[in-house]
């Protein structure tokens, strides 16, 4: 997850997200070379002494500095259009929930089985245990298995809500009567947080997304707990 005075993003847990940070890492070098560029051009312009009627009025530099750009463009894009289709990308998931937004918590619902659904509120400051964060506990976690495709069909009961785990690469708006999707693999156990990210009310800073993923085994486990509880 996210510390204090942290630069980059949180570390990838999912294939998606890790294609999400190269790619910013590619286009990132790519502003900071014009950048670079630009600013001794500009530099040398204001310094030198010197003039030149080829720099002034030459038809080669003008080609130049028109079909640079583009080039710069096309090998932005297309790593960019190769991602946009793969964050699209549904390819027989192994699991699906849905996952509902409400004024101000979520709501879990495992489809494919029959009577597993919670809700999951955030854990007042009061009542958390020493290691666990400020505004980012849920009092239930979505639990998923480890390298499985999963599925997650969003929506909203009332206001617009958005379903958003950076670790993950996952940020889908939750429409009410709208049933957006999301599909991601986590690639390795762990614990990932999220929240909320479109303005829903008074508390909208207080309905985290806390995202287990563990073993397929344990997974198992956990689900006929669940069940039996319920």
Request: hydrophobic share 50%.
């Amino acid at each position: 997850m996210a510390h204090p005075s942290q630069l980059g993003f949180q570390d990838a847990a999912s294939p998606l997200m890790e294609e999400l940070l190269h790619f910013h890492d590619h286009a990132l070098m790519i502003v900071i070379l014009i950048s670079t560029m630009v600013l001794y051009i500009i530099a040398a312009m204001v310094t030198a002494k010197f003039t030149d009627k080829l720099v002034l009025d030459s038809q080669e530099i003008e080609i130049i500095w028109t079909v640079l750009p583009a080039i710069i463009l096309i090998l932005i894009a297309l790593p960019s259009l190769r991602i946009l289709y793969l964050m699209d990308e549904i390819n027989d998931p192994h699991l699906t929930i849905k996952a509902m937004g409400h004024q101000w918590y979520w709501s879990y619902e495992y489809t494919d089985y029959e009577d597993l659904g919670f809700d999951s509120y955030m854990i007042p400051t009061q009542d958390l245990t020493p290691g666990q964060f400020r505004l980012l506990e849920a009092d239930h976690r979505m639990v998923i298995p480890v390298e499985s495709p999963i599925r997650v069909l969003i929506s909203a009961e009332d206001v617009l809500h958005s379903w958003a785990v950076p670790s993950l690469g996952v940020k889908v708006d939750a429409v009410p009567g709208r049933l957006n999707q999301a599909t991601f693999i986590v690639s390795r156990p762990g614990v990932f947080y999220g929240q909320c990210s479109e303005i829903c009310g008074a508390n909208h800073s207080f309905m985290p997304i806390v995202v287990e993923a563990v073993p397929l085994e344990h997974f198992e486990n956990w689900s006929s707990l669940m069940i039996e509880d319920a």
